[in-house]
């Protein structure tokens, strides 16, 4: 799932030594502290900015991060996550140098293609470039960066299967709801940048998730299942198309409230992914929801996170690093992402 054409979005999640391993955890919050609490914003921004310096430190000569650009469009968004735009601020550099790398990788027939090539096939971070360019042109409505995001919406309107999904590769067939949900945070972003999307496109890609159900909750990789995973992407995909009343949500949610938001290699495979989206879903859903299971997960991530600002692997192996890089910048975008649903600049991520 999270990988460079196998991603995310993006959910695992830190590496603690042997000894911190065996050391019992301390207890976390089940209910939510009110974020108006200056300790709770001050401790989530500076973990942010922290991990933010650790991503500008890895960035290559060329704007790059990594030769998948998964891993480069997640660390824009990060950045574009806590306010930073191309051109101003303390990051302009290595934004603009970012921008420009990720644009310089779309072909002409729209496509952004890695230098890297993993996995089954490049939708996976084609959804995520296209979101981060569409994030991008939010921020800054370049008329060079209107017309790829364009070009990146109408690949994936074309790969639509007929039955609503997509799949790894850009051309209507197959489908599966961890490469499909890529997809429509993509065109929720765009929607939101003013690129229209057809409505044709929207419903079918309901209609998708909803096969996915599970009668009892939870939502399937090809069809109806209560995979960890593919149950928070299932609930994101609806509550991002506008379906939020959707029967299959409710009782997914409470489906997730029973994951145990844990630390462990022996826990949820691909944390990062799992928990990418679980935020999402619970901040979408508001409520109680959200307020049993953000204070949990913002604890861990606090607790977990690097010296040097980043964030590795539960278990203290690095899952994946063959087609996620070399370093942390995949971890640490994402756990980033995950805290930074705190500060509602991106979008595609607000209610």
């Known amino acids: 799932m999270v990988r460079c054409s196998l991603v995310i979005v993006a959910v695992s999640l830190i590496v603690c030594s042997a000894a911190h391993a065996q050391t019992k955890p301390a207890a976390v919050p089940t209910t939510a502290a009110p974020l108006t609490e200056q300790k709770v914003i001050e401790r989530v921004t500076a973990a942010v900015d922290r991990s933010l310096e650790y991503l500008a430190s890895k960035q290559k000569p060329d704007g790059s991060w990594d030769d998948c650009n998964a891993g480069n469009a997640l660390t824009i968004l990060a950045m574009l996550g806590r306010g930073h735009v191309p051109g101003r601020g303390q990051y302009k550099d290595v934004l603009q140098k970012g921008r420009k790398y990720l644009l310089k990788t779309q072909r002409e027939d729209g496509l952004f293609e890695s230098r890297r090539k993993a996995g089954a096939g490049p939708m996976y971070e084609h959804g995520l470039s296209t979101t981060a360019t569409a994030e991008l042109y939010g921020m800054d409505p370049d008329p060079d960066v209107e017309e790829k995001l364009r070009r990146a919406v109408r690949v994936i309107i074309n790969a639509q299967s007929p039955n609503g999904g997509w799949r790894y590769n850009p051309k209507p067939g197959d489908h599966d709801l961890s490469v499909s949900v890529m997809q429509i945070v993509a065109l929720r972003a765009a929607n939101n940048a003013e690129i229209p999307v057809p409505e044709e496109v929207i419903e079918k890609a309901a209609k998708y998730v909803r096969y996915c159900a599970h009668p009892n909750g939870g939502y399937g990789y090809q069809g109806p299942a209560q995979g960890a995973q593919t149950s928070a992407a299932g609930v994101v995909s609806l509550q991002l198309l506008g379906k939020y ?6 009782k997914t949610l409470d489906l997730l409230a029973k994951f145990p938001v844990e630390w462990s290699a022996n826990g949820i495979q691909y944390w990062y992914y799992f928990h990418y989206y679980a935020i999402q879903a619970n901040y979408q859903a508001g409520g109680k929801h959200w307020n049993d299971w953000h204070p949990r997960v913002r604890e861990l991530l606090l607790d977990k996170q690097n010296a040097d600002g980043s964030w590795d692997v539960p278990g203290g ?22 805290l930074e649903v705190y500060m509602h600049f991106l979008p595609a991520y607000q209610r």
């Open 317 to 338: 192996t690095a899952e994946n690093a063959g087609v996620v890089g070399p370093n942390n910048i995949y971890w640490t975008s994402m756990a980033t992402l995950v």
């Open 245 to 250: 009343d959707d029967p299959s949500v409710p």
